[in-house]
């Protein structure tokens, strides 16, 4: 069964100070993985992507296949950045049509402290 | 840009009814999706949909059903409500396979619905 770990409920860091938001995978095939963040009142929306490697809004993400691992990287955080972020892997765990539900990790809650 | 609407964004009703959630995509997607989102348990996936009058049950389909007749609207159904289905519903949908960002969900606001 595939499943999707973040290991922190909350996460507390000062402004303009490095953040990483950890997450970790189990999934036997090619996982397509992918962070989405939720601020205050608004909707969930997709962050980023590991198959377009890119970077949003200064935020980074590598997939490391070896360690099964997606971390959330920023170098500066931002008081902008409190938000609930959540982890998600699309790995075709479900038959038919090629549609995939996302598997999504319990979130891990950024603060930024002025 | 994708919009995505849910009828109601609260909703209160009490244990036994009938609860129907209603969502709604402008973009033509194929797929469209169900979670439910509960504080410490993140989202997790009720049923989904590829097409019209298809479904599929996803990791938490008790208690629930699902009702595609157009491709733009997925009904979420709750056909006898109790108080641990009080929770957050979020609709989801995605373009669809072989399509450009074919896995890339986009979300509603969600409908808090308490049941009492």
């Known amino acids: 069964a595939q499943r999707v770990t973040q290991p922190e409920k909350l996460l507390s860091v000062f402004k303009g100070a490095p953040v990483e938001l950890k997450c970790n995978y189990s999934?036997?095939?090619?996982?397509?993985l992918f962070w989405y963040v939720q601020y205050s009142r608004q909707r969930l929306q997709l962050l980023l992507r590991?198959?377009s490697r890119e970077s949003i809004k200064g935020f980074t993400a590598d997939l490391n296949k070896g360690e099964t691992s997606f971390h959330l990287k920023k170098p500066f955080a931002q008081e902008e950045d409190s938000a609930m972020y959540y982890c998600?892997?699309?790995?075709?765990?479900?038959?038919?049509?090629?549609?995939?539900?996302?598997?999504f990790g319990k979130g891990t809650h950024l603060i930024i402290q002025p | 840009d994708v919009k995505v609407t849910q009828s109601s964004r609260y909703l209160v009703k009490r244990t036994g009814e009938k609860v129907f959630l209603e969502c709604v995509q402008d973009?033509?997607?194929?797929?469209m999706f169900w979670y439910r989102q509960d504080p410490g348990l993140g989202l997790r996936l009720i049923y989904f949909?590829?097409?019209?009058?298809?479904?599929e049950k996803g990791d938490i389909p008790e208690g629930y059903s699902v009702s595609r007749e157009k491709k733009e609207r997925f009904s979420l159904i709750l056909e006898s409500a109790s108080t641990n289905q009080t929770s957050m519903y979020l609709c989801?949908?995605?373009?669809?396979?072989?399509?450009?960002?074919?896995?890339?969900?986009?979300f509603g606001p969600g409908t808090r619905l308490t049941v009492l």
């Open positions: 590991h198959i």
């Open positions: 999934y036997s095939g090619s996982p397509e």
């Open positions: 998600a892997l699309s790995g075709g765990m479900y038959s038919g049509g090629g549609a995939d539900g996302l598997t």
């Open positions: 949909s590829y097409d019209v009058k298809m479904k």
């Open positions: 973009m033509d997607h194929e797929n």
């Open positions: 989801a949908s995605s373009p669809g396979t072989g399509l450009p960002d074919t896995d890339t969900q986009y």
